[in-house]
C-alpha cells in the first residue's frame, strides 16, 4: 500500500496560482498511475488529472486544461499539481491518489488516498 501527504493548500485570490505537493511513501512508483482529484461539500468527487510514472504521460479534465499541471519527481517520490489562473469555483479540498498500473485507469480503481489538502480561491 503506497501512503500519501498532500500539501499545498491554502487561500489564494482568484487569478493566483499554487503547487499542491503529494509525497508518496511505501512502494516504488515505477508501475504507479497518480491522479489528483478534487471534492466540495455536498458534491461527488470529481477527476483532476492523472500522470504514469513510467512514462510522464498527463491526461487532464476538460474544466483545468491549460491552467493545471500535474508532474512528478522521482528523486523525491513527489507527485505536483500546478495550479494557475485560479478561478472560485476551483475551491475544494484535493486529493491525491495512486494505483498500481501500467495504464490510466477511472476514479474507482485508485486504491491508495492522501488526507486531502484545502484550497479556497476568493473573488
Known amino acids: 500500500q503506497v501512503q500519501l501527504v498532500e500539501s499545498g493548500g491554502r487561500l489564494v485570490q482568484a487569478g493566483g496560482s499554487l503547487r499542491l505537493s503529494c509525497v508518496a511513501s511505501?512502494?516504488?512508483?515505477?508501475?504507479?498511475?497518480m491522479g489528483w482529484f478534487r471534492q466540495a461539500p455536498g458534491k461527488e468527487r470529481e477527476f483532476v488529472a492523472a500522470?504514469?510514472?513510467?512514462?510522464?504521460?498527463?491526461r487532464y479534465a476538460d474544466s483545468v486544461k491549460g491552467r493545471f499541471t500535474i508532474s512528478r519527481d522521482g528523486a523525491k517520490n513527489t507527485v505536483y499539481l500546478q495550479m494557475n489562473s485560479l478561478k472560485p469555483e476551483d475551491t475544494d479540498v484535493y486529493y491525491c491518489?495512486?494505483?498500481?498500473?501500467?495504464?490510466?485507469?477511472?476514479?474507482?480503481?485508485?486504491?491508495?488516498w492522501g488526507q486531502g489538502t484545502q484550497v479556497t480561491v476568493s473573488s
Open positions: 511505501g512502494r516504488t512508483l515505477s508501475s504507479y498511475v
Open positions: 500522470i504514469r510514472w513510467n512514462n510522464g504521460n498527463t
Open positions: 491518489a495512486a494505483v498500481y498500473s501500467a495504464y490510466d485507469v477511472p476514479q474507482k480503481a485508485y486504491t491508495s
